[in-house]
């Protein structure tokens, strides 16, 4: 019964990991876009080599994906997508563990895109944490040191890149929750492996086009990168793979709510790893979003 929960906290840690290398990829090598092709492009060849190898070895066949299937698809890549271009570009703006913060408001959009679009119900507890993780925002949103009222801050590039990014992601996951959603004949596991097979080859071939006609020096970029993008692949399959696990498994919202473990891990990456300062607002942002994800847990 509490499977999910499992794999929702190894997605997190895959995703931490990710960004860690995606954060030092656009830092020194790469550009927003470029990171966030290196995730797709050195993801996809593993992910098709898996699948293949199961339906070979199975003997099954490929299973039928209609219209509505490769609708959410769609919606659910091109929103990560921009979402992801979102978070490394935050990572210029603010430090490592609040840029991840500012993600993570995700919770808070996909309790409501997920009604919105697939009806699924969120309790009072959970609207309750809904509102905890929005004042979370509202500390997060006033860097230190600044002056003026906190609602002036809301407007800075820090704030619409990280809030921005959550709204996506929450597209995103809604979307890939009603795609697998369409193959209830398939077990949970296969339902989410061919779900990501097919988000990541629209993505792969989505940025690849858009680097092509913007910038395609990038392209090679990502290919000199490669030692280290290649570990953004591979742990970029992991996660995706947990996380569409989880979504066949669970309402979204509460998939994400216990995600945001990412937070404590974040935290710890940006002063060992990053060597960054924290500072008390930010802890005091963290903490009340770490309750509200600990109420929406409870309530589930």
């Known amino acids: ?67 509505r299937f490769w609708m959410f698809a769609t919606i659910g890549a091109v929103s990560q997508i921009t979402a992801t271009i979102c978070v490394v570009a935050l990572f210029k703006q603010r430090n490592f563990a609040v840029g991840i913060t500012f993600k993570k408001t995700e919770v808070i959009q996909t309790a409501i895109v997920g009604l919105v679009v697939l009806g699924d ?23 230190g040191g600044s002056s003026g009222a906190w609602y002036m801050h809301l407007t800075n590039r820090a704030a619409k890149l990280g809030i921005g990014s959550g709204i996506l992601f929450a597209f995103s996951a809604v979307s890939y929750r009603g795609a697998s959603l369409q193959m209830a004949e398939l077990e949970p596991i296969l339902r989410a492996g061919v779900t990501l097979g097919a988000v990541v080859t629209l993505q792969t071939v989505i940025m690849a086009v858009w680097l092509l006609l913007r910038d395609p020096q990038e392209i090679t ?80």
């Open 1 to 67: 019964m509490y499977l999910w929960i499992f794999i929702a906290l190894a997605a997190a840690s895959f995703q931490t990991i990710r960004f860690m290398l995606q954060k030092v990829l656009a830092s020194v090598t790469l550009s927003a876009a470029g990171a966030t092709f290196s995730r797709f492009f050195y993801s996809m060849p593993f992910i098709l080599a898996g699948l293949g190898a199961y339906f070979w070895h199975s003997s099954e066949p490929l299973p039928t994906l209609d219209a």
């Open 121 to 143: 119900q969120i309790g009072l507890g959970g609207w309750a944490a809904i509102l905890l993780g929005l004042v979370a925002v509202l500390i997060l949103s006033k860097p």
């Open 221 to 300: 970029r990502v290919w000199h990168a490669r030692r280290v993008a290649v570990w953004v692949g591979l742990t970029s399959m992991g996660g995706s793979f947990c996380w569409f696990w989880a979504f066949t498994l669970q309402n979204a919202a509460y998939v994400k709510a216990v995600g945001q473990v990412e937070l404590l891990l974040s935290l710890l990456a940006s002063i060992l790893f990053f060597k960054e300062t924290v500072t008390r607002r930010e802890l005091v942002g963290m903490a009340f979003l770490g309750l509200s994800i600990l109420v929406l847990v409870l309530t589930i």
